[in-house]
């Protein structure tokens, strides 16, 4: 397994404004990802985070709104850009040691509540 | 494109009792599944996964998966439930075959009852 931290662990934030979310992973890994849990629903996939190289987004959610970096293989960060009350959700960043359909781990997640 | 589900939004059981947590899904070729499970405010944990081999997977915590292929399921099950059980688990499927990937059910709730 992996140990894997996110800062913040929760914030409250005003309409408009952004916030940067940290992952920190104890050791190197190939595969980082970042999800959105909304209120009493599952996961899903922002978009998965690339060592080095621009992020691989899902439908449905662009760069402007949810940049990403990854400068190394120990750590990421997901912004969400001019936030409002609809972002408002739980924001996980998961790992998987190499490609291949592994299995993820998965940080504690960052509680969001846009007002 | 592969799909899961999750058809039970809660599943209540008496502790000591048996348990089944269902899972079904939608994939074209060979499946990759997992079952994760999630604690109050915390993150998601993995439990365990199918990926080839016998189809009775063990995993953490002492709970297994059977999957079985001509139903295209893969339903959670632990001989004895325990309070602690209580939480939140989740099902997942390997979006295809060239990807990492995850595609999640919509989770059942397991309150497990002293």
């Known amino acids: 397994s992996a140990v894997i931290s996110q800062k913040p662990s929760r914030d409250i934030c005003q309409r408009g404004t952004s916030l940067t979310i940290q992952c920190q992973v104890d050791s190197q890994v190939t595969m980082m990802f970042w999800y959105r849990q909304q209120p009493g629903q599952s996961l899903t996939l922002i978009a998965t985070a690339n060592q080095g190289s621009e992020a691989t987004y899902e439908s449905g959610f662009v760069i402007d709104k949810f940049p990403i970096s990854r400068p190394n293989l120990t750590f990421s960060t997901l912004t969400v850009s001019n936030m409002s009350p609809e972002d408002s959700s739980i924001y996980l960043c998961?790992?998987?040691?190499?490609?291949?359909?592994?299995?993820?781990?998965f940080g504690p997640g960052t509680r969001l509540t846009v007002t | 494109a592969q799909s899961v589900a999750q058809p039970e939004d809660q599943v209540n059981v008496a502790e000591g009792n048996p348990l089944t947590v269902k899972c079904t899904y939608s994939v074209s070729g060979n499946p990759y599944l997992f079952w994760y499970v999630q604690y109050p405010n915390r993150g998601l944990q993995f439990l365990l996964k199918y990926i080839t081999g016998d189809n009775l997977v063990k995993g953490s915590y002492g709970f297994e998966a059977e999957f079985n292929k001509s139903q295209t399921s893969f339903h959670l099950k632990k001989p004895s439930a325990l309070v602690s059980d209580s939480a939140l688990y989740f099902c997942a499927v390997r979006f295809s075959y060239n990807t990492d990937k995850l595609i999640f059910g919509t989770g059942t709730r397991l309150q497990v009852f002293p």
């Open positions: 998961s790992v998987s040691r190499e490609p291949g359909g592994h299995e993820q781990y």
